[in-house]
Nanobody, 117 residues
Framework: QVQLVESGGGLVQAGGSLRLSCAAS????????MGWYRQAPGKQRELVAT???????NYAESVKGRFTISRDNAKNAVYLEMNSLKPEDTAAYYC???????????WGQGTLVTVSS
């Protein structure tokens, strides 16, 4: 079972930047889709961004133009570059790996991002 470990969270002022990293214990090439999700206190977990094996990306409307997802298959890592952060971006951010056939899904333990106003 591949394990995913997030890092890079922390406290930042509004308008600032953070870069989250997701390190996998084995090859991420087996995952058709890698993604970042977030969960704010009292809210449901929501999609932030995903990236396919071929590098096709998808973003939530709320982060388009501010966040960038990337993956490095050689390093077994996925990244989330977050710019122009807003207080509403405050949440626990989770890395996700998903294989379609056969179905397999793995979650990281999360990293906390706090944006102060």
């Amino acid at each position: 079972q591949v394990q995913l470990v997030e890092s890079g969270g922390g406290l930042v002022q509004a308008g600032g930047s953070l870069r989250l990293s997701c390190a996998a214990s084995a090859s991420i090439f087996s995952f058709d889709l890698m993604g970042w999700y977030r969960q704010a206190p009292g809210k449901q977990r929501e999609l932030v961004a995903t990236i396919t094996k071929r590098g096709n990306t998808n973003y939530a409307e709320s982060v388009k133009g501010r966040f960038t997802i990337s993956r490095d298959n050689a390093k077994n890592a996925v990244y989330l570059e977050m710019n122009s952060l807003k207080p509403e971006d405050t949440a626990a951010y989770y890395c996700n790996g998903r294989a379609l056939a056969p179905w397999r899904e793995v979650w990281g333990q999360g990293t906390l991002v706090t944006v102060s106003s």
